[in-house]
């Protein structure tokens, strides 16, 4: 007998790749629209950017933030409901976390099963959805700063929310890149992504 | 036989399209250079030269432009009529605060105000045109509030003049149409829905910072809403008119969201 286990069901991965090309379109269009004005004193390269120009650039932000929030809420609920989130990515102990954070750095940290993250793991994925969480709030600040005043008060302002913006992009684009580095290292768990198991 | 440079001729061809691109740049009309550059070369590239996916970059651009009608409306239903931009202290004021125009310092227009006249048209009952001073004998209001700019940076500044929704209802406006439209003697135009029009910190701008609206910042009147963006707020104003019919904008007819609510 052949059964196949699903580590991922096909919603999950719908969101995954979803939320890969949202991530992507906003925070390549983002970078342009960061170059209108660089409060940070460099600016991005624009052949990384997407739009052309500054209108351009806010097309594709002002479409794509519609994707990143509706998938977003599709997969916090269904993991939510599911029982997925916590399966997963809870609990995480700070013991257990050292231990596990001291094998990965020295390569040791396995990874033989695809249905069972590690201490690592669940803080990574846990702090990207936080992380995603305070770039959607603090891009409604940038939208609508007149409209979400309590949102504004918390978030300190509009010219602290642009700050915040950015930094939650910052820390997007830092996981993306261990993200990537641990997926070449594991190839195994992108095919899983892609077909399931 | 040697191979080919594959590789060479490779980075010759990217260069060469970059210097083409370049001179496309130079040679477009701006509009139309950003209608075509906008969508196709924000696809990582180029493809508009490659010559096959030129409709691919239009039907993208469509439908970004069709989801920005869609934000519009988005933005229409989170307004709320009745919630003020916060206000700030005198001392939080921007000094000097930025010029931003589509045009350098050296193209400002600059009239003479007693030639100036601010006309009326479109679903306006009383469509007499006003002077400077007629402006200046009605109710004055203030207010210290944040512009934002599209491009992202903000500054505080101190504005006084005309509550806009005052001097609709005096003029006799429609109030019940859809568009507030504006023409501009720098040529700018744009518009706006009704609902903002009438909003309480929308205001017929004839100063700024206690001075007569200096040239750079739209002189003798501009529209000032603390509740959209810096290219929402025409300068220089020469006409105003109401209409049910959508009169476009500037900016927004080159791709810059149509509501842009701050």
């Known amino acids: ?197 | 036989m040697r191979t080919p440079p594959t590789a060479s001729r490779l980075d010759l061809s990217r260069s060469d399209r970059a210097d083409l691109l370049a001179e496309a740049r130079r040679l477009l009309p701006s509009p139309l250079r950003r209608h075509l550059l906008g969508s196709s070369l924000s696809l990582g590239g180029l493809a508009m030269l490659t010559g096959c996916s030129l409709s691919g970059g239009a039907s993208a651009e469509t439908l970004l432009r069709a989801v920005s009608r869609l934000n519009d409306d988005a933005q229409a239903w989170l307004f709320d009529p009745s919630r003020l931009a916060p206000v700030y202290r005198e001392a939080d004021v921007a000094r000097p605060f930025p010029y931003n125009a589509y045009y350098g310092v050296e193209q400002i227009r600059r009239v003479d105000d007693r030639n100036w006249r601010l006309e009326l048209g479109g679903l306006i009952a009383h469509k007499a045109s006003w002077t400077l001073a007629g402006l200046a004998a009605l109710p004055q209001d203030e207010q210290i509030t944040r512009h934002i700019c599209v491009e992202g940076w903000s500054a505080i500044g101190r504005w006084g003049g005309v509550r806009f929704s005052d001097f609709l209802k005096r003029v006799g406006a429609d109030l019940g149409a859809r568009y507030v439209g504006f023409r501009c003697f720098d040529d700018y135009y744009t518009s706006i829905d009704m609902a903002t029009a009438l909003h309480p910190q929308t205001l017929l701008a004839l100063s700024f910072d206690g001075q007569p609206l200096p040239a750079e910042f739209g002189h003798p009147v501009k529209l000032r809403m603390p509740t959209k963006l810096g290219y929402k707020n025409p300068k220089y104003l020469a006409e105003i008119f109401v209409s049910n019919v959508y009169p476009g904008g500037y900016w927004e007819d080159q791709g810059y969201n149509w509501f842009g609510g701050s």
């Open chain 1, 1 to 197: 007998m052949n059964i196949t286990v699903q580590f991922h069901p096909i919603w999950l991965r719908i969101n995954h790749w979803l939320n890969a090309v949202a991530f992507l379109v906003l925070m390549s269009s983002g970078w342009r629209i960061y170059d209108a004005s660089p409060f940070l004193g460099f600016r991005i390269p624009s052949s990384l950017t997407l739009g052309g120009w500054l209108g351009g650039a806010l097309l594709w932000h002002f479409a794509a933030m519609w994707l990143l929030a509706a998938n977003g809420l599709a997969y916090l609920l269904s993991g939510i409901v599911s029982g997925r989130l916590r399966q997963r990515l809870l609990p995480i102990g700070v013991t257990a976390l050292l231990s596990d954070l001291r094998a990965a750095l020295s390569g040791q940290l396995a990874h033989e099963r695809l249905d069972h993250y590690n201490q690592v793991q669940r803080l990574a994925y846990l702090a990207v959805i936080l992380d995603l969480l305070v770039l959607v709030l603090s891009g409604l600040v940038l939208w609508k700063s007149v409209q979400f005043p309590l949102l504004r008060t918390l978030l300190g302002g509009y010219e602290q929310a642009r700050r915040i913006h950015f930094l939650a992009m910052a820390g997007g684009g830092l996981f993306l890149l261990l993200h990537l580095l641990m997926t070449a290292l594991h190839p195994r768990t992108l095919l899983a992504m892609l077909r399931g198991h």
